[in-house]
Every structure is written in structure tokens, then in C-alpha cells.
């Protein structure tokens, strides 16, 4: 499934340097290898990058389905200091309804070592949102 429009159009996602690495049906994965830009004071993972990293996977995954879905509750766990070369946003649906949405990110290193969990809910308008009608 072709999403990567989708990221296109959000130029804070490229300027952290997110990619989209795959995305299906209520599904995504993205990517962003970790600068000394995205480090904080004690030169590991700022948790703002990383939550980046998450909202954008979650956000592929929930607009995956054509509707509009915006974010209505986020909330984030950090498990492990943010080390390594490049920092990975798995997003799956936990489950779809007719105006609600829930998704689960999982954020690991470059060793699959897990960095954060991260839950969302989505609120699914009645509005089309695909790359023609955006």
C-alpha cells in the first residue's frame, strides 16, 4: 500500500527525517536514524523525537483506511534510554469502528531492543482522505 503521500505532506516529519518503511491496512512502520539533533542533554533519544517517530507510524496506520482520522488520545512509555543508529515506529490497529480507531506503537533500536510504547485513538470523520482528495 502506497502511503508515502501521506508523509509528504508533513514537512515536520521530514525535517526530524522520518521515513516510511512500509504500510498496509491499519498498519505502518517508520524510521529516523538518530543525529545529535534528535539527542537530548544526556546524549540519548529526546523523548519528543521519539514520540515523532511514534505519532507519525500511528498516524499512517490509522489514515490507511481513506477517512480522515485524527488524533483524539496519545500516550507514551518510555522503557529504555533511545540508543543506537537508527530508531524504528511499528503501528498496528488494535481496533477499527465506525468513528473510533485504537493503535498500539511499538519503538525499537537498531538491535530490536524495545525504546517505547505508545497507544492512540483516532477520531474517523466522515471525510474522504486519500492522495487524490487531500
Do not use: C
Amino acid at each position: 500500500m502506497d502511503m508515502q503521500w501521506f508523509l509528504d505532506r508533513d514537512p515536520f516529519a521530514g525535517l526530524l527525517g522520518i521515513r516510511l518503511l512500509e504500510a498496509g491496512p491499519g498498519y505502518a512502520k517508520t524510521a529516523m536514524d538518530l543525529t545529535d539533533t534528535h539527542k537530548n542533554g544526556a546524549g540519548v533519544a529526546h523523548g519528543g523525537a521519539v514520540f515523532s517517530l511514534a505519532d507519525l507510524a500511528f498516524a499512517v496506520a490509522s489514515n490507511s483506511h481513506g477517512k480522515l482520522s485524527l488524533a483524539v488520545a496519545a500516550a507514551i512509555s518510555y522503557v529504555k534510554a533511545g540508543t543506537g543508529r537508527t530508531l524504528f515506529a511499528e503501528a498496528r490497529e488494535v481496533s477499527l469502528g465506525g468513528n473510533m480507531a485504537t493503535y498500539a506503537i511499538t519503538v525499537t533500536n537498531d538491535a530490536g531492543e524495545a525504546i517505547a510504547a505508545f497507544q492512540g485513538t483516532v477520531y474517523r470523520k466522515d471525510v474522504p482522505y486519500t492522495r487524490e482528495t487531500a
